[in-house]
């Protein structure tokens, strides 16, 4: 099976080009890192402000409580989503573990 000639969260990041390593599992397995930990990083800085009256006050107050309300069903939305990658990321581990065993 050939790899798509890019793919991205977006259009302005590539994340995986066709010939960039020679290697497309790699390249797969370098991008979910590297966007998971930029996920989580967000995230936190997220929660951070959230968990902060004073820094809720500063990005809105009334109007920043509205729009955290309203990202429950997104946080758990995500919240399945990252079960699922963590069930898959687990399972390919397993069949790395065989292939190297």
């Not at 793919?7 to 290697?23: A, C, D, Q, V």
């Amino acid at each position: 099976m050939r790899p798509p000639s890019s793919f991205s969260f977006g259009r302005e990041s590539p994340i995986i080009s066709e010939g960039k390593s020679g290697s497309f599992g790699v390249d797969v397995a370098t991008a979910v890192k590297k966007q998971t930990e930029s996920l989580e990083a967000n995230v936190r800085q997220l929660r951070t402000d959230l968990s902060n009256p004073k820094r809720l006050m500063e990005l809105g107050g009334a109007e920043a409580v509205v729009v955290a309300s309203r990202l429950g069903e997104d946080v758990d939305a995500a919240n399945e989503s990252a079960k699922r990658l963590s069930r898959e990321t687990e399972g390919l581990k397993e069949c790395l573990d065989r292939v190297r065993s």
